[in-house]
Structures are given as structure tokens and as C-alpha cells.
């Protein structure tokens, strides 16, 4: 008997997450990821890396359960917000027995921590417009314990219609658990739905520190809901989620100073989307630019592979939306620096 049979049906039928760092390429314009293009310089204040660290270390739970407008005890913080996608799962989904539901194209490890799981996947593709199929979702909803809702979602950039968020909580009240990605909320805070916290106690939002606050690298994430739901998540979370380095980094990105260098950020990245939507647009190979609330755009080309090729070759890296349902022809990209972007768009021009 081989090693590889010993392994579990559902790990040896998988796909690992095809992540950009996983995808690879030669180059020095990376926009990829959706990370921000440039690094902060963080000391470290914590020494004492003999000892153990706290499993929620309470300075970065309160700063961030403070920025968010939550209390402290709803709040969970993990090793990004793709643990906390997890955490979810691995309390609330039997695996063999209960299902979670999504709407393609969106995020792709809804997909992957599933089925390492061996949780069932139900998707609903979401309309024409990228909006949820309500009544589809509806008519799909049984053994559903979680439906992942991204928005803004990735790799649209638009945002779920928070009608049809309150209708799909409703719909789901005491049945499932709504989960809300608002992974890129910081480029459209006014759009959060943190705040319906309150009033829904099958809501949770997922958020993470990843994108606007420029610590992909850190891998830290938030998992935000009721009291009740994130006590739940504290009995199947690792004793030691975030190492002390993390948490110490992670508590000045969330001092008073960390979040208005982040708002500057974030500023800066919305003016500059603005301007290479309109730049792109003009590109005689872009067909169309799609609106965005976020740190990329989607667009689609008359020939999306040769151009992905071409700045491929050039050391640009964008990510290839193409085999996504519904994004036949379709790029995303980050937006970089002004040089970065610069340079996609001196390639495209002369394409
Ligand atoms: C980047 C991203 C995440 C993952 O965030 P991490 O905190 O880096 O794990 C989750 N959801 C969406 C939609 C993302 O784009």
C-alpha cells in the first residue's frame, strides 16, 4: 500500500488553493494579490519569545473590536481570514452531512477549506449583474449551515446589494449562519454591515489585515459576531493561533496612528484606481472596466491570454480571472504604486 492511499479520499482528490505566491513568475511588477505595494517598518517591543503567547492576545481583540464598534467579546483573531473561513466550517459544518453555500465567481478558498474538510459545496452562481440569485439560494438552502457572501467581492469589486443581504439573513434565520468577507470593507468602510450585528444573530463578518493595512505577510484576520457564535470558534481555534512577533505588529497597525496611516492608504489607492480605470478604458485591447469598490479591478480584453502573456513576459504579473464562471476574457489587477501601474498601462497601450 502506498503513503498516497493512506491519505483521506477528499485530501487526495484536491486541488491546493491556487494562491498568486503559488502560481509563481519571474518579476518585479507584482499585482497579483491585491497586496499593497509597498512594506511599513515595524520594530518589535515584545522580547519574551520564550514563553507562550496568549491564544487571543487581548490588546490586538480590543483595538480591533474598538475600530470595528463591537465589543470585545465579539471578536476572534486568527492567522488571516482565511483561518477564520475555517474556524467556521470546522464548528458548524458535519462533514458528510452538512453543506456550505457560495456564489461563484467570488473567493476561492470558501471552496478549498471545504473540501479539505470534506464538507459538502453548494454554489449558486450569482447573476448576470454579480448580484445574489436569491431565489436560487433559497431553493438550495437545505443542510446549509453557512452561506460566504463576499463584498465587496474579489475578483468582481462590486458590493452585495445590502437589501439582499437583510432578505438572505432573514432567509436563513436559525438555520445557517451568514458569513460576510469583507475583506476589502477599508475601501468602502460605509459599506460595512457590522453594525446589523445587533440585530442578527445569525451574521457574521470575516475581515482581515491583509489589504488596506498592507500586513499580508503578518497572516492576521478577524472573525467578528455575536458573543455566543465566537465561543464556538474559541473551542476549535489552535491554543497558540498568532505567534508574539504577530500579535505585537498587529496591536501598532491597530493604534490610533496605524489606522490613519491606513485611511491615508487607502485614500491614495481609491484616487489612483480611479485614474487606471479611466487609462485602461482607453487601451484599444480593454472591452470593458468594470466599477470597483476596492484595491483591483476587473477587466475584460479582446484577447485575455496574450495579453496576460505579454506583461507576463515583461515581469508584470496580473492574475487570470479567465477560467472563473462568467469571466471568460477578464484580468484583475492590483493597484500598485503609480510606477506599477504605469507600466501596465504603457504595456496595453502599445498591445
Ligand atoms: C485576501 C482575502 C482573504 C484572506 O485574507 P487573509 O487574512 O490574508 O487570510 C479573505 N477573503 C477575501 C475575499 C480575500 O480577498
Redesign the pocket.
Known amino acids: 500500500m502506498s503513503i498516497e492511499q493512506l491519505a483521506r479520499d477528499n485530501v487526495r482528490k484536491l486541488t491546493p488553493y491556487q494562491s498568486a505566491r503559488r502560481i509563481g513568475g519571474n518579476g518585479d511588477v507584482w499585482l497579483n494579490a491585491?497586496e499593497y505595494p509597498e512594506a511599513t517598518h515595524y520594530q518589535l517591543t515584545q522580547q519574551n519569545l520564550n514563553r507562550y503567547p496568549e491564544c487571543q492576545p487581548v490588546q490586538v481583540v480590543q483595538r480591533y473590536a474598538t475600530y470595528a464598534g463591537v465589543k470585545p467579546e465579539q471578536v476572534i483573531v486568527s492567522r488571516?481570514?482565511?483561518?477564520g473561513?475555517e474556524l467556521l466550517m470546522r464548528a458548524f459544518c458535519e462533514p458528510g452531512k452538512d453543506a456550505v453555500l457560495y456564489c461563484p465567481p467570488t473567493?476561492g478558498?470558501y471552496s478549498v477549506s471545504a473540501e479539505t474538510l470534506g464538507v459538502e459545496r453548494r454554489t449558486v452562481a450569482s447573476k448576470a449583474d454579480w448580484q445574489l440569485d436569491l431565489p436560487a439560494i433559497a431553493a438550495t438552502l437545505e443542510g446549509v449551515k453557512l452561506v460566504y457572501v463576499?463584498s465587496p467581492n474579489?475578483p468582481t469589486g462590486n458590493l452585495i446589494n445590502p437589501d439582499d443581504i437583510r432578505e438572505l439573513l432573514a432567509m436563513t434565520a436559525e438555520r445557517a449562519l451568514v458569513v460576510v468577507?469583507e475583506?476589502?470593507i477599508e475601501f468602502c468602510p460605509e459599506a460595512s454591515v457590522v453594525s446589523w450585528l445587533r440585530q442578527y444573530p445569525n451574521l457574521v463578518v470575516?475581515r482581515?489585515?491583509?489589504?488596506a493595512f498592507a500586513l499580508?505577510g503578518l497572516?492576521?484576520?478577524f472573525t467578528l459576531a455575536s458573543e455566543e457564535i465566537i465561543n464556538l470558534l474559541l473551542k476549535v481555534i489552535a491554543p497558540y493561533p498568532l505567534s508574539t512577533p504577530v500579535a505585537d505588529i498587529a496591536a501598532q497597525a491597530l493604534s490610533e496612528t496605524g489606522i490613519s496611516t491606513m485611511r491615508k492608504r487607502v485614500a491614495e489607492l481609491n484616487a489612483r484606481r480611479s485614474q487606471l480605470a479611466l487609462t485602461l478604458a482607453k487601451c484599444a485591447c480593454v472591452t470593458q472596466v468594470y466599477p470597483s469598490e476596492t484595491n483591483y479591478l476587473l477587466f475584460n480584453l479582446t484577447d485575455s491570454d496574450k495579453a496576460f502573456k505579454a506583461l507576463w513576459d515583461k515581469g508584470i504579473i496580473l492574475r487570470d480571472q479567465n477560467k472563473q464562471p462568467g469571466l471568460k476574457g477578464c484580468l484583475r489587477i492590483s493597484i500598485g504604486t503609480q510606477r506599477e501601474c504605469d507600466a501596465v498601462t504603457d504595456a496595453l497601450k502599445n498591445f
Open positions: 491585491n488571516g481570514a482565511d483561518e473561513i473567493y478558498m463576499c474579489n468577507d475583506a476589502y470575516l482581515t489585515l491583509s489589504k499580508a497572516r492576521c484576520g
